[in-house]
């Protein structure tokens, strides 16, 4: 493992964890940076423990040619996207894997990026396996004509089994984390819907291709975190919760294990769903070889119906909160960890079951916004941001705690990921309000106005937390 450097293409709070993942491991990290991020942690982390050959300036995180100068100049064997960026561009994964100096991508094989990227080829493959999808096209639509028609037939659907309102979602067929996706209940607004969307994935994408589904309410969004090697080993680490979201769609609270049916009633054998959805999920990891972290991702109905909604390619920011309640043969498990070692071609070396799950473990994202104005992110700066510890708290933040901190309007609006473990779902929640109520985070805007946040929204949400 000391053989590799590996070049950090991410920032955040996210690069602070994969650079403490190369410490650990015995590998050597290059960090970059931009001069909006000049004042993150992970900066200052990057110097401190790497030197000043550990660390780049660049222009942009997303210029892929930056990126790889980097890559030659620093010597690095290996590139890790985090999230977000280049974590799911299979273009950039093969450029990196062909290109004449060659990096290992710490992520999945391009290729399977490529096919499982797309909504349609995963539900093409989900259905060819006898996996649940939401109802809806299997292959991506071009025509205006034909997306009219399916649009229709799905109305009609609806009514037909009887739901009073029926709506169905238009979303890009590439991408993901609930971004691209809008909703319509009616044929009028749909052609204005499909324009727009058709207009986003191809400015985002390069790809006009669109996907049509039924709408499921009251669901409950569930996933199932995945590993696999390049030797054809495959696990999983269990089940997530992630329901409580702003309006946009976009996680706040994520929980470990997925449901709680031995102190919650549900109408529905919940045991079983996070038995099927974990075998469904595996079951097609194992199929296309899967050979990295992923996330399958689900809705489940309220009558317990699940349904794939989509496969996650990346690491996600989630991903603590399931290695939280997992150990690997009596060891602590770090997924970015394994994710290094799968990336740089090593076996798992365990299986399935020498993987325990021992508690519930619970995640807050932190966020400078105003949940009461459509999550409406806060600009300003921050002038006092502080936590107790406890031996239950994994904090993560690339929001510095000695000084004044600007957030940057140019990126992801995490601030930071607190993490809390307990024995049970209860004590989980009372340590969840404890460390809320404990953060303190304050500042102001240009206007002198007081910095507004999410944790009261957290800490409303904590008690029913799994209820269905």
């Known amino acids: 493992?000391?053989?590799?450097?590996?070049?950090?293409?991410?920032?955040?709070?996210?690069?602070?964890?994969?650079?403490?993942?190369?410490?650990?491991?015995?590998?050597?990290?290059?960090?970059?940076?931009?001069?909006?991020?000049?004042?993150?942690?992970?900066?200052?982390?990057?110097?401190?423990?790497?030197?000043?050959?550990?660390?780049?300036?660049?222009?942009?995180?997303?210029?892929?040619?930056?990126?790889?100068?980097?890559?030659?100049?620093?010597?690095?064997?290996?590139?890790?996207?985090?999230?977000?960026?280049?974590?799911?561009?299979?273009?950039?994964?093969?450029?990196?894997?062909?290109?004449?100096?060659?990096?290992?991508?710490?992520?999945?094989?391009?290729?399977?990026?490529?096919?499982?990227?797309?909504?349609?080829?995963?539900?093409?493959?989900?259905r060819r396996l006898d996996v649940p999808t939401v109802p809806g096209s299997d292959r991506p639509i071009f025509d205006d004509m034909e997306a009219e028609e399916l649009a229709t037939s799905l109305f009609t659907f609806q009514k037909e089994i009887g739901v009073h309102q029926p709506v169905i979602l238009v979303k890009a067929s590439a991408g993901g984390g609930g971004m691209g996706i809008e909703e319509v209940n009616d044929l009028d607004r749909f052609r204005t819907v499909l324009r727009r969307i058709k207009n986003y994935s191809k400015r985002q994408f390069r790809d006009e291709g669109v996907l049509i589904e039924q709408r499921i309410f009251d669901f409950n969004h569930l996933e199932v975190q995945i590993l696999g090697d390049k030797h054809k080993g495959a696990v999983h680490f269990g089940t997530r919760n992630c329901t409580v979201q702003s309006i946009g769609r976009q996680k706040r609270i994520e929980v470990a294990p997925g449901f709680d049916p031995e102190n919650i009633s549900y109408a529905f054998d919940a045991s079983k769903v996070l038995e099927d959805i974990t075998e469904y999920s595996l079951r097609m990891a194992r199929e296309v070889g899967y050979d990295s972290v992923g996330t399958w991702e689900w809705i489940i109905s309220p009558m317990g119906h699940p349904f794939l909604m989509e496969v996650n390619t990346r690491i996600q920011v989630e991903n603590g909160v399931s290695a939280i309640i997992s150990t690997i043969n009596d060891q602590e498990v770090n997924l970015l960890k394994e994710q290094i070692r799968a990336g740089l071609g090593f076996e798992l070396g365990y299986d399935q079951s020498d993987i325990v799950f021992n508690g519930v473990g619970i995640e807050y994202r932190i966020l400078a916004e105003d949940p009461d104005n459509n999550f409406t992110p806060w600009v300003g700066r921050i002038e006092k941001f502080s936590w107790t510890d406890y031996p239950w708290l994994r904090m993560h933040t690339h929001v510095p705690t000695q000084r004044p901190y600007d957030i940057p309007t140019e990126f992801d609006p995490n601030l930071a990921l607190g993490i809390v473990w307990g024995e049970n779902l209860d004590q989980a929640k009372m340590r969840g309000e404890i460390f809320l109520e404990k953060l303190i985070l304050q500042g102001t805007n240009p206007a002198g106005e007081p910095l507004k946040s999410n944790i009261e929204f957290l800490k409303s949400k904590t008690r029913d937390i799994l209820v269905f």
Request: proline share 2%; charged share 25%.
């Open 1 to 126: 493992m000391n053989k590799h450097n590996i070049l950090i293409a991410n920032r955040g709070e996210i690069a602070l964890r994969i650079m403490q993942a190369c410490i650990e491991l015995g590998a050597r990290f290059t960090c970059v940076y931009t001069r909006e991020d000049a004042n993150s942690e992970h900066c200052t982390e990057a110097m401190k423990k790497g030197g000043e050959k550990a660390l780049y300036r660049i222009s942009s995180y997303q210029d892929p040619n930056e990126i790889f100068a980097v890559a030659d100049a620093a010597g690095c064997t290996a590139v890790h996207p985090g999230y977000g960026f280049f974590a799911e561009d299979y273009r950039f994964a093969r450029r990196a894997e062909q290109r004449s100096r060659k990096l290992a991508f710490i992520g999945p094989s391009w290729n399977i990026i490529q096919e499982l990227g797309d909504k349609i080829n995963t539900k093409r493959l989900a």
